[in-house]
């Protein structure tokens, strides 16, 4: 049976209700398809994806044009999951108008349903402006990975009164400004608890704690396929990795003794086909 489209209104229900939202990363068509199967309400195509399909050492380098070709085939493989399309370092800092014409290029050109953007109070301004140009906006804040180089590194957000009070604000004043629904990264999670009761959007945690409406796992983390570290925050269902190497180790190992490939994998020739070559 066909699962329908997730929308904005439908996750406003969620939250109404106290039905929990599930999020998750996607970055390719066949892992969209995936998530989307499992029923999973919304789809990120994160600018995780410059660490973990890119290999670089932070999210920082991802461009306009990376984010775009991933949200394109994330858009071929989810037919029902609300599909948000992350904006990249310096695509929404420049200048209001840019980041309205790169926000439009997200929902044009890839077919994403709504953008997010990183950032506090001081984003405000920005999100307003997308969201009257008819675009709607997924805030986030606490740990912010693009700006982790000004936060000191990848470090808990809101652990004192007054950043943590910081933090309420930002997040009712990226609510006043239009946003729709709200990431908070690697919070306290009584901060979190205190920002979701007073919000009237939902609110996604990752590392915030139960208290949010929903949650959002990176994808490679969550099945083991990223290595280089794990988080805290992450539960890991699944360690793929050594399953996939070993699968690949024994393909070269049969190719190399000649076992792989066997009669049944190739195709065959009438004989006196076979004679006439």
Do not use: W
């Amino acid at each position: 049976m066909e699962q329908k489209k997730v929308t904005i209104a439908h996750l406003q229900e969620k939250k109404k209700n106290g039905d929990k939202i599930t999020m998750m990363t996607a970055y390719d068509y066949p892992t969209a398809g995936l998530v989307d199967q499992a029923g999973i309400d919304t789809i990120l195509v994160g600018d995780s994806l410059g660490m973990v399909m890119l290999g670089y050492e932070s999210t920082v380098p991802v461009t306009m044009d990376d984010m775009i070709h991933h949200c394109k085939a994330v858009c071929r493989g989810a037919k029902s999951g609300f599909i948000i399309g992350d904006m990249p370092f310096m695509s929404y800092q420049v200048s209001i108008e840019k980041a309205i014409e790169n926000a439009g290029r997200f929902i044009k050109e890839a077919g994403c349903d709504c953008v997010k953007l990183e950032g506090g109070s001081e984003m405000a301004p920005v999100t307003r402006a997308i969201v009257d140009a008819g675009i709607p906006v997924c805030a986030h804040i606490g740990l912010t990975p693009q700006t982790a180089t000004k936060l000191s590194g990848f470090k808990v957000q809101g652990k004192d009164a007054e950043s943590a009070r910081e933090l309420v604000q930002s997040a009712k004043d990226l609510e006043k400004a239009g946003a729709f629904l709200i990431v908070m990264e690697c919070i306290p999670d009584l901060v979190a608890a205190r920002i979701t009761e007073e919000l009237n959007i939902p609110t996604i945690g990752i590392g915030a704690g139960k208290d949010c409406d929903g949650q959002v796992l990176v994808y490679h983390d969550l099945v083991g396929l990223f290595e280089r570290f794990t988080p805290k925050f992450v539960k890991q269902y699944v360690n793929l990795a050594p399953k996939i190497r070993e699968a690949l180790i024994q393909f070269k190992e049969e190719v190399e003794s000649g076992a792989f490939p066997g009669p049944e994998h190739g195709f065959a020739m009438k004989a006196e086909e076979a004679e006439k070559i």
